[in-house]
């Protein structure tokens, strides 16, 4: 039966590989349904087994989502994490839910999900949530690259949205989003070995994603581009974040092993897209997580490829 089945995949006639088992044809027909159904669930099967637990968790109140995600959501999740459920979690924001994909450790699928679901359930009860429901999780494969540049993007995407609550949770510091974000990037960029050139293209890549308010005037971007010239045209590979910034030193570290691992596959042909392409991905989930509207991102973006790549005088 596999063998005829295997036939009329392949292209034969239902009714030739049906004769050739002394078979009739509708059986070889009901075979072959079955044998397309299991190999669906199959592939179903295979996005689980990547391990991750994806759910939307829909806020009540949208304008106080942030806070309670920070004094609520967030330690529910590190909870999970401490208690070795879990390895890791991330978040991305698409109004009116937040995103939450979660990793159960290996073998504790059946324990992880449980308590999740326990935490979720509490935040709804206490009205922070107004509802919460699992979706399946489909990994942007084609934007990181592939399978390497995914995992690579899922392991730094943990460890950002950790450190971007950890960051909101501490009194106002010194050093606003904006300014986190070129850190947080430019390390990256730095770690991936692109030069001035190439990071003034992946600036205008994303500015190309975000459309621009009409009303912004062109000295903004000018009076910006100034200011944060002297941070995102260096070279931040090897340094460490100090001084205001000192408390980004460990969340730039993983900045700074993302960017090596991705060009270091890309340098290696183990990435489907281009460098440059994934890298702006993952600056704008790292957006994404931190709140930044996008006319926001709009005015930094071209202000960060107004710092790289200055616009000549004209003669």
Known sequence: MAEAVQAVLAGTAVEVAAAAISARPETINDAVETYKTAGYQALEAGVADQGWYSVRAEWSDWESAEQAAVTELGPRLDRLQDRELISGWWFIRKHPCWRIRLRPLDGLADDAKPAINTALNELTRSGVLSRWW??????????????????????????????????????????????????????????????????????????????????????????????????????????????????????????????????????????????????????????????????????????????????????
């Open 134 to 315: 699992p979706v399946v999780y489909e990994p942007e494969d084609a934007s990181f690259g592939g399978p390497v540049g995914t995992e690579i993007a899922h392991t730094l995407f943990c460890a950002d949205s950790s450190h971007t609550l950890a960051y909101l949770r501490q009194p106002p510091p010194g050093v606003g989003r904006k300014e986190v974000t070129l850190l947080l990037s430019t390390t990256l960029l730095s770690a991936a070995g692109l030069d001035q050139f190439e990071r003034g293209n992946l600036w205008n890549s994303v500015a190309e994603l975000r459309l621009l308010p009409t009303d912004t005037p062109p000295s903004r971007l000018e009076a910006l581009a100034e200011r944060i010239r002297p941070l995102i045209a260096s070279d931040t590979a090897s340094t460490t974040p100090a001084g205001a910034c000192a408390f980004a030193a460990p969340w730039a570290a993983f900045y700074r092993k993302a960017g090596k691992q991705l060009g270091e596959a890309a340098g290696a042909g183990h990435l489907d897209r281009g460098i440059r392409h994934v890298l702006t991905h993952v600056v704008i989930f790292n957006w994404n997580r931190l709140g930044l509207p996008a006319s926001t991102q709009a005015v930094l973006s071209r202000a960060a490829r107004e710092a790289v790549l200055p616009t000549p005088d004209p003669a």
